[in-house]
């Protein structure tokens, strides 16, 4: 440590050997000096005003500057100095010393340099970043987190799993302890709910964070939004189903039907009985009708899952629907509130067949009622009527897609355009009292409307 | 006077315009249907009570087995001939049929002489 000593003017009086080498100039060069001098111009003022209020004060005063050595090299030096006072109270000079910090600076400089560089890595890149205790919460997350709605202060502190789509929580959680307990990397495709109720898909990568005594602490990982790759993925399945379907309709059903249709034209054709023949034309009428409904429904079929799933208003479907069932002599009861459910655009659709199924086959319907139930699974949509209902044995087949004649196209359709968004359905009525089709939405896929079913923007997530 | 058939036959059909159609084209034929099944199981049911001397098997056939897993069964249990009636000319189910070396196939929609040919030659085989 190099000690120095100056005079009221601020001349040096005395330097020690370490002063002397850790400066490079000897006392004789230094002697009589203003102490300032030896240092670079720019650092002259900032060093002369710390040595000013420590006269004002009366205290010793700490700062760290740069020195230019007669090598020519930089060092940085930590300087303190104390003023010395006579029994008046007038400066009679100060004594000081200097240590070479130039090594603790220079990591300090390398390491804001890294963390900057890390910083800027973490806020630009496209993925997100995050940090997790043993627990599971938050002890950092990247800003990217902002395109999710919530603030990086939001999350931090919060438990991971709470920005997890609760279908996918128990997975993700069991991904987490096996992080926890010693995998190296696990890597997982999950769902997130964002601030506004939208769901994304999201590729995770985790790896273990452990302390110093190689103790886990827990989870580093990153997160890549994969939302678009996964649509791609899902509508490339979803195109191929629906291929295999029509051509399945096309060259089986069809050709059944058709197969059906010769024979009774042959039947027809054949017999001298005016009666049976009368009765042959009408199968084969009806036959032409079974072909013409095929046909039809491979038009609507090729629909599903064309346009993007969007957030619908319950209110606003059912009004749409109801106005085609004016003039039946029904009862329509909604108790919906403000619910949105996120679905594939042909919704409609789906309450359209529903009605008039209930219509067509409840035979002694009067009523038929929309209300809704939520449970820990989400939200069920409940269609209920007080027909004749369905019964027990073909509660399943009403939705199968008929083989052969098919019949029934209609709850085949319904199955396929509420499972575009992972909604399902089931008929759980009486036989004999009414039907009741239930329709399970997950939480994510529903949400209340807070300002009216024309507020679209304000929303409280289900999640 | 009662006409001899020219051989009794077994119908595994789940579609009942079809069924009642090739019922009344093998009469016509001159073949006696001795019962219509519409699953596997049924079928199965009704070979051993009837032992046809041929069935006449769709693919796409109610219950858990398909036509061609009854047929299998057919005939290895019963070494009784099998015809498939199909609307699949290709593809998989095709190869899966071809593998229980079935004693015909009839390709819908059909005609008289469609059966009449196919059937034929699976009795005289």
């Known amino acids: 440590m190099g000690v120095f000593r100056l005079d009221p003017s601020g001349q040096i009086t005395y330097i020690n050997e370490s002063f002397r080498k850790i400066t490079g100039i000897t006392f004789e060069i230094l002697q009589g000096k203003y102490w300032a001098d030896i240092l670079p111009k720019e650092e002259r003022e900032r060093m002369i005003m710390a040595i000013a209020a420590s006269v004002r004060e009366h205290k010793m005063v700490e700062a760290e500057a740069r020195y230019i050595h007669p090598d020519g090299k930089q060092y940085w030096l930590f300087g303190q100095v104390v003023p010395l006072f006579d029994p008046v109270g007038h400066i009679k000079g100060w004594v000081g010393t200097i240590t070479d910090i130039t090594q603790r600076k220079t990591i300090e400089v390398e390491l804001q340099e890294s963390e900057e560089k890390f910083r800027s890595l973490a806020e630009n890149t496209a993925a997100l970043l995050f940090s997790l205790d043993v627990n599971g919460v938050f002890t950092y997350v990247s800003p990217l987190i902002n395109s999710y709605g919530y603030l990086v202060e939001d999350v931090v502190s919060r438990h991971f799993i709470d920005l997890v789509y609760p279908d996918d929580r128990k997975e993700v959680q069991a991904n987490l302890r096996k992080v926890i307990e010693g995998e190296r990397e696990v890597t997982s495709v999950f769902r997130i709910v964002d601030k506004w109720g939208y769901i994304h898909w999201v590729e995770s990568i985790s790896t273990i964070r452990v302390d110093v005594f190689g103790k886990p602490v827990g989870v580093y990982g990153v997160l890549r939004d994969v939302t678009d790759r996964r649509r791609t993925e899902d509508a490339i399945q979803l195109a191929n189903k629906k291929l295999n379907l029509l051509n399945n309709i096309t060259r089986h059903d069809i050709i059944n039907t058709i197969t059906g249709l010769f024979g009774c034209v042959d039947m027809a054709a054949s017999t001298q009985n005016k009666e049976e023949r009368s009765v042959l034309l009408a199968e084969i009428k009806d036959l032409i009708r079974i072909i013409q409904h095929q046909i039809t429904f491979t038009r609507e079929y090729q629909e599903v899952g064309v346009h993007a799933p969007v957030w619908q208003n319950l209110k606003d479907v059912m009004d749409r629907v109801i106005v085609n069932f004016s003039k039946q002599d029904i009862r329509f009861d909604l108790d919906l509130e403000d619910t949105e459910i996120y679905a594939d655009p042909l919704l409609e659709k789906v309450f359209y067949n529903l009605i008039d199924n209930a219509i067509r086959y409840g035979e002694t319907i009067t009523a038929i009622r929309f209300y809704y139930q939520i449970s820990d699974k989400g939200l069920a949509l409940i269609c209920e009527d007080d027909g004749v209902g369905v019964p027990t044995e073909t509660k399943e087949q009403i939705f199968e897609r008929g083989i052969g004649r098919n019949t029934g196209m209609g709850l085949f359709l319904t199955r396929e355009i509420l499972l575009i968004t992972g909604i399902t359905i089931r008929e759980n009525g009486t036989y004999g009292k009414g039907a009741r089709f239930e329709l399970l939405i997950p939480n994510g896929a529903w949400r209340f409307s807070v300002t009216g079913s024309r507020g679209k923007n304000i929303s409280r997530p289900t999640n | ?125």
């Open chain 2, 1 to 125: 006077m009662v006409n001899m058939a020219k051989g009794s036959i077994l119908l595994v059909e789940d579609d009942d315009i079809i069924a009642k159609v090739a019922q009344w084209r093998l009469n016509n034929l001159g073949y006696e249907v001795v019962g219509r099944a519409t699953s596997g199981a049924e079928a199965m049911e009704l070979v051993v009570k009837q032992k046809p001397d041929l069935v006449l098997m769709d693919i796409n056939i109610k219950g858990d087995i398909d036509g061609i897993e009854t047929a299998r069964m057919i005939k290895k249990g019963f070494n009784i001939p099998v015809v498939y009636v199909t609307s699949h000319t290709d593809g998989p189910t095709l190869e899966r049929a071809k593998g229980t070396n079935p004693d015909g196939f009839i390709v819908k929609p059909f005609d008289d002489n469609d059966l009449r040919v196919a059937i034929e030659l699976a009795l005289n085989k």
